[in-house]
């Protein structure tokens, strides 16, 4: 199949280009310098042109706390260019990919959140990707939606969004204190897992629909923090802290575990264990080479 990945220079989009070139699918990477996702005619020509099958989305405003004084800047990434994107997909006849986020619902529930559950999004950039998800359903029938969460992948190490783990291993080495939160959780998921099993889907042709593929389990932002440190034998300064002491300017959902129930019953493979996932982790990101300039 012949495949175009946006946002290639980001965590996911690494992984989606490594994998789908190792299965043998035909790969046209582009990253921000080569296709803006927020210019529309560039967006239909470039779709248009390269005659995809599938257009894989992973470009996206990732940055939660910066979207709430620029709230349109992360629309126009997360809302109106996946309108672009669904539209031009829908023209070409190609199945279109999109990622969204576990941010689109508010965490006040406490169990796994399913494909079912209501999103009630806590900020701008979670009305932003909320957006994008209606955008796609709207203007593309062929349409996988993943929600994902706490995304991190060895790329990470040097994408200019970086991820949790890349954080704390610097603030660590640095002897920087940390003080984390302990009551708010993630579902760490890491990012070439869930390439594959995106990539698994569409090569078998899942029905279109919307999908949660979570890292499986929940855990606290603090406890995330120690497992990292754990396995890397670092010694840091980290304390747990709470979200009334430690305030950020953008309201994240307190609880925000993705049940994977709907795409396992399709018969996706369960996501790795985290200590699994995190032991590849600190393997791989050894391997991962800087972007050349
Ligand atoms: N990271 C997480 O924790 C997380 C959690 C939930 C959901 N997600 C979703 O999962 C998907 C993949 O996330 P990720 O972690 O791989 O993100 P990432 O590492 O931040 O990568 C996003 C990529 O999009 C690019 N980009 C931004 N604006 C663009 C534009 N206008 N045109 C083209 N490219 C643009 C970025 O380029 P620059 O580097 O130049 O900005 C970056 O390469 C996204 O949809 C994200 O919203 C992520």
Avoid at 18 to 41: K, M, W, Y
Avoid at 216 to 229: F, T
Wanted: charged share 25%; with cysteine.
């Amino acid at each position: 199949m012949r495949a175009i990945i946006l946002g290639a220079g980001g965590q996911l989009g690494y992984e989606l280009v490594s994998d789908l070139s190792a299965r043998g699918h035909e790969v046209v990477a582009l990253g921000r310098e080569q296709l803006d996702i927020t210019n529309p005619d560039r967006v239909a020509r470039g779709i248009k042109g390269h005659e995809p099958d599938w257009v894989i989305n992973a470009a996206a405003y990732n940055k939660v706390d910066l979207a709430e004084k620029e709230p349109q800047v992360a629309m126009e990434v997360n809302g109106l260019a996946v309108r672009s994107l669904a539209a031009a997909c829908g023209e070409a006849n190609a199945t279109f990919v999109h990622f969204s986020t576990d941010h689109v619902f508010d965490g006040t529930k406490t169990e796994p959140y399913t494909e079912a559950d209501l999103p009630s999004p806590p900020s701008a950039y979670a009305v932003s990707k909320l957006a994008g998800e209606f955008y796609a359903r709207i203007y593309c029938e062929n349409l996988y939606l993943f929600r994902v969460a706490g995304v991190f992948g060895p790329a990470g190490r040097y994408t200019r969004h970086g991820n949790f783990p890349e954080l704390i291993l610097r603030k660590a080495r640095e002897g920087s204190p940390l003080n984390v939160v302990e009551d708010f959780f993630v579902a760490p998921t890491y990012a070439p897992a869930l390439a594959a099993r995106v990539i698994d889907a569409l090569e078998k042709k899942i029905p279109f629909g919307l999908y949660h593929i979570g890292g499986g389990v929940s855990i606290s932002w603090y406890h995330w923090a120690l497992k990292i440190l754990d396995q890397t034998g670092l010694r840091a300064k980290i304390q747990p802290t709470n979200h009334r002491e430690y305030k950020t300017p953008a309201r994240r959902p307190r609880y925000a575990g993705l049940s994977n129930a709907k795409i396992e019953a399709a018969g996706i493979s369960p996501m790795p264990s985290l200590d699994d996932a995190v032991t590849e982790y600190l393997r791989r990101r050894e391997k991962v080479q800087p972007p050349k300039q």
